[in-house]
T-cell receptor, first 116, second 116 residues
Framework: GAVVSQHPSRVICKSGTSVKIECRSL??????MFWYRQFPKQSLMLMAT?????????EQGVEKDKFLINHASLTLSTLTVTSAHPEDSSFYIC????????????FGSGTRLTVV | AQSVTQLDSQVPVFEEAPVELRCNYS??????LFWYVQYPNQGLQLLLK??????LVKGINGFEAEFNKSQTSFHLRKPSVHISDTAEYFC??????????????FGKGTHLIIQP
């Protein structure tokens, strides 16, 4: 079946530094990737949608200059949290729309970001 | 815009008993419906999905859900639960925009607790 690999699974960074999270579709071409954020014991909130070769579309309230998304190929999308602050600490999960088009969203295993 | 309501934040059930996790949605357009399971510090695993056709959908691990358009519900059921079913369950919807799928809108989740 469709598999999405997300790295790293955990990262701790100092306040003010930047962190890059990678999301790779291993056995299918992901024309669209989604990035979600999940606070402890809460639901997932869609941050942005990225289509391969295009600029990402950000949800209302999400700072595009802080959360940089690059989807340069059909198998790789990256989320860079720039100038991270403690309030950016969260669980970030990517999702890729698989080769079946609208019929499936495959999720990565998530990245636990802790900013100290 | 769509919204998803999961009325129960926590559902305790004894092992081998049946369970129903409730999900109601709101949307001005046609939607696809999904149920996901999340284990601690992990990504989401698809249990089942409704796209069209039969309103009774069978998924993995013995779960099933029934789409009720008039009641805008998509409740998840399992006839006999196991300890390993202890997890967080998310109901989600995606709008069918014709040209492709949007990101998912999630409910707040229901924590299923299986008691021995």
């Amino acid at each position: 079946g469709a598999v999405v690999s997300q790295h790293p699974s955990r990262v701790i960074c100092k306040s003010g530094t930047s962190v890059k999270i990678e999301c790779r579709s291993l056995d299918f071409q992901a024309t669209t990737m989604f990035w979600y954020r999940q606070f402890p014991k809460q639901s997932l909130m869609l941050m942005a949608t990225s289509n391969e070769g295009s600029k990402a579309t950000y949800e209302q309230g999400v700072e595009k200059d802080k959360f940089l998304i690059n989807h340069a190929s059909l198998t790789l999308s990256t989320l860079t949290v720039t100038s991270a602050h403690p309030e950016d600490s969260s669980f970030y999960i990517c999702s890729a729309r698989d080769g079946q088009g609208v019929y499936g969203y495959t999720f990565g295993s998530g990245t636990r970001l802790t900013v100290v | 815009a769509q919204s998803v309501t999961q009325l129960d934040s926590q559902v305790p059930v004894f092992e081998e008993a049946p369970v129903e996790l409730r999900c109601n949605y709101s949307s001005s357009v046609s939607v696809y419906l999904f149920w996901y399971v999340q284990y601690p510090n992990q990504g989401l695993q698809l249990l089942l999905k409704y796209l069209s056709g039969s309103t009774l959908v069978k998924g993995i691990n013995g779960f099933e859900a029934e789409f009720n358009k008039s009641q805008t519900s998509f409740h998840l059921r399992k006839p006999s639960v196991h300890i390993s079913d202890t997890a967080e369950y998310f109901c989600a919807v995606s709008a069918y925009s014709g040209g492709g799928a949007d990101g998912l809108t999630f409910g707040k989740g229901t924590h299923l607790i299986i008691q021995p």
